[in-house]
């Protein structure tokens, strides 16, 4: 039998291993990667094709002109659109300006809010411990969390949208159990 001090310290792990996580990320990619920085490879046209259009062209034609060579041959193509990336680029443009070693704190962000909602959906189903364990360290260890994203922002959007989407299934799992009475 797990005394209550032991349960309260097993259900904390999950929740220091995440802060020592991204406490390292954010130190290490700081210095190396975050101060001074500049936009790099793909990042400019990335973050220009958001800043350069309205919210009624990234449904229209999204990121179509970003692959653009030659203007007058332009046609809209719509496999390219991705307008929850613009509203994240135009967010972070309009909160930070072209300080652009700040628009990683969406991500670092999302890390955390998907990990506190996938906790809170586990703890809604299940009263086994080891589990919030495991989801921590599967979440934090995760391709998805050490990614590109980390270094890159047109990358970053997958694990936004990864928070997103845990954030809604959670939503509508409370939805659904108080429109029931449960």
């Known amino acids: 039998m797990i005394s209550s001090k032991n349960q309260t310290s097993i259900i904390a792990l999950p929740f220091a291993i995440i802060a020592a996580v991204s406490i390292l990320l954010i130190v290490y990619y700081y210095r190396v990667r975050y101060f001074n920085y500049v936009l790099i490879g793909d990042e400019p046209a990335f973050v220009s094709a958001t800043i350069q259009q309205d919210a009624l062209q990234w449904f229209k034609s999204g990121y179509s002109r970003y692959f653009e060579t030659f203007p007058e041959w332009f046609v809209p193509q719509t496999n390219f659109l991705r307008p929850i990336t613009n509203i994240i680029v135009w967010l972070e443009y309009k909160i930070f300006g072209e300080a652009f070693g700040f628009y990683f704190s969406a991500y670092y962000a999302a890390i955390i809010a998907a990990f506190f909602l996938t906790y809170l959906c586990l703890r809604e189903f299940t ?42 299934s959670q939503g509508s799992h409370v939805f659904m159990r108080y429109t029931r009475g449960g």
């Open 127 to 168: 009263d086994k411990i080891y589990l919030y364990i495991n989801a921590a360290l599967i979440w934090v260890l995760s391709p998805a969390v050490v990614s590109t994203g980390l270094w890159t922002i047109p990358f970053m959007f997958d694990v936004i949208t990864a928070a997103m989407t845990v954030a809604m």
